[in-house]
Antibody, heavy 117, light 106 residues
């Protein structure tokens, strides 16, 4: 059974850093495209970043230069390092697998990141 | 970047109604479109991929159609469990979501 479990969220001050983790089971992270999708309170869904199976990465313009996606193959875990956080980064962050059809087929439960002083 | 525009933003309907949501792409995306359902406090759930293919376990009252730049999600007979927000998402060039359509009780 495919499972994705996020951790590492919380309250952080503007300008601070936070690292989100997503522990995967039931499949191999490195063999799939993996993504982070976020949802600000009361708003829609926004792709934040994608890591391809080959290791290349994609970032939304809103986070380029501040966020870094990575994975640890030995731990079968996906990460999102978030630096220079802003109030507008406040959102629930979902870890999501992009399946062989190039659409998201599995989602984590989501984790809240709140950027506020 | 490809922009996705859904209409309407909110839809009021009753149990048993036929409901149609439209999604338009700013350029042709072929059939590379998925639909998701999201309920409050929950992660989105995949309903349809490749514009018209029903994901496993999704009730047959859901259907998708379209290609190119115009797509529709239809619920043939709205059930109480279907009141939720629906998102389209293109995956022809990177990935972009529509802004969502909330289906609420009339």
């Amino acid at each position: 059974e495919v499972q994705l479990v996020e951790s590492g969220g919380g309250l952080i001050q503007p300008g601070g850093s936070l690292r989100l983790s997503c522990a995967a089971s039931g499949f191999t992270v490195s063999s799939n495209y993996m993504s982070w999708v976020r949802q600000a309170p009361g708003k829609g869904l926004e792709y934040v970043s994608v890591i391809y199976s080959g290791g290349s990465t994609y970032y939304a313009d809103s986070v380029k230069g501040r966020f870094t996606i990575s994975r640890d193959n030995s731990k079968n875990t996906l990460y999102l390092q978030m630096n220079s956080l802003r109030a507008e980064d406040t959102a629930v962050y979902y870890c999501a697998r992009i399946g062989s059809g190039w659409y998201v087929d599995y989602w984590g439960q989501g984790i809240l990141v709140t950027v506020s002083s | 970047d490809i922009q996705m525009t859904q209409s309407p933003s909110t839809l009021s309907a009753s149990v048993g109604d036929r409901v149609t949501i439209t999604c338009r792409a700013s350029q042709s995306i072929g059939s590379w479109l998925a639909w998701y359902q999201q309920k409050p406090g929950k992660a989105p759930k995949l309903l349809i991929y490749k514009a018209s293919s029903l994901d496993s376990g999704v009730p047959s009252r859901f259907s998708g159609s379209g290609s190119g730049t115009e797509f529709t999600l239809t619920i043939s007979s709205l059930q109480p469990d279907d009141f939720a927000t629906y998102y389209c998402q293109q995956y022809n060039s990177y990935w972009t979501f529509g802004q969502g359509t909330k289906v609420e009780i009339k």
